[in-house]
């Protein structure tokens, strides 16, 4: 499922509501920011929010990025915890421009391993999160 960042979400009708906007909905066919390495610190801080994460769905994406495309995708935490990723959503509200960014999981492998750079207001929102 393809939508270009900081437009209206819309994928689940239970999800929507004002200023709900999306970020990191990526695809094979449309093309992204990339950054010249992978986007650590991003991804650490969103793992964190793993259990608040919302809207689950029973079964789960699969990157279409990736070469492999029938495989789930895992991301594994220096503990050896592994986390399935494909089947929730993240919300990131930006206090700064008032929007709630609507995140899917598979977003920690986008950063990790696609070079994925999303738009610096959702960076700027998840970084603060580390200071609150
Ligand atoms: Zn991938």
């Not at 999306?22 to 950054?35: A, E, F, P, R, T």
């Not at 809207?55 to 495309?69: A, K, Q, S």
């Amino acid at each position: 499922m393809y939508y270009k960042d900081l437009t209206s979400y819309e994928y689940h009708e239970s999800g929507i509501g004002k200023n709900i906007v999306n970020i990191g909905w990526l695809n094979k066919d449309n093309n992204y920011i990339k950054s010249s390495k992978p986007n650590v610190e991003v991804a650490k801080i969103l793992i964190t929010l793993w259990d608040d994460r919302t809207l689950r769905t029973r079964g789960f994406h699969i990157c279409n990025l990736c070469e492999n495309e029938s495989a789930p995708t895992y991301f594994d935490d220096i503990n050896g915890k592994s986390y399935l990723l494909g089947s929730a959503e993240f919300r990131i509200h930006s206090t700064r421009s008032n929007l709630i960014f609507a995140v899917p999981d598979m977003i920690i492998h986008y950063l990790l391993d696609h070079n994925y750079q999303p738009p610096s207001e959702f960076v700027d929102a998840v970084l603060e999160l580390k200071n609150s």
